[in-house]
């Protein structure tokens, strides 16, 4: 990738602030720790830091206070970045994004289009209401896809013994999920 192209890319401006990487010619960050063993592919992009035998590759970006160290790999179009760590022989691959303090550690895989965002999460007045995965709720001990919910929630909160208040509470919450949710 040439300057222009991660200029394009980025919207970074002063190409004196970047270099290329000696192993696999990706760019790298003035700021940004990258180790010599590391590996940064010629179209990845590093202003975090990469240590050990870890390897950034394929359009992959590692940004912010970033670590990516061990045997991990980053690859495809994945992003790490925030406070995240990803480290040991974990994988990042496809569209994933992994942020905030998360840590993908061992042989933990992450990949695919995985959570670009938080999943919604709200603390209802009985239960909690999350997007365990995509296209699911749980509410409490329930995990049930959201269509499901939009149609057998009544029968399942009057189970657990919800009020009538509770009920349209719940209900409120299930059409948030079904608009926003994922």
């Known amino acids: 990738m040439t300057f222009d192209e991660l200029q394009e890319h980025t919207g970074v401006q002063d190409a004196a602030d970047w270099h290329i990487h000696p192993n696999g010619g990706g760019w790298i960050r003035r700021n940004a720790h990258v180790d010599a063993t590391a590996f940064v592919g010629a179209s990845a992009i590093v202003w975090g830091t990469v240590s050990g035998n870890a390897q950034v590759s394929g359009d992959a970006w590692v940004s912010g206070d970033a670590w990516v160290s061990g045997n991990a790999q980053v690859y495809g179009n994945a992003q790490v970045y925030g406070n995240a760590w990803v480290y040991g022989n974990a994988r990042v691959s496809g569209d994933a994004w992994v942020s905030g303090n998360a840590q993908v550690y061992g042989n933990a895989q992450v990949y695919g289009n995985a959570w670009e965002k938080s999943p919604l999460y709200i603390v209802g007045s009985r239960h909690s209401l999350t997007n365990a995965k995509k296209g699911y709720i749980q509410i409490g001990c329930h995990l ?35 608009k926003i949710g994922r």
């Open 144 to 178: 049930h896809t959201v269509a499901y919910w939009q149609e057998h929630f009544r029968a399942i909160v009057r189970a657990e013994g919800y009020t009538d208040a509770e009920v349209e509470e719940y209900g409120t919450y299930i059409e948030l999920f079904a």
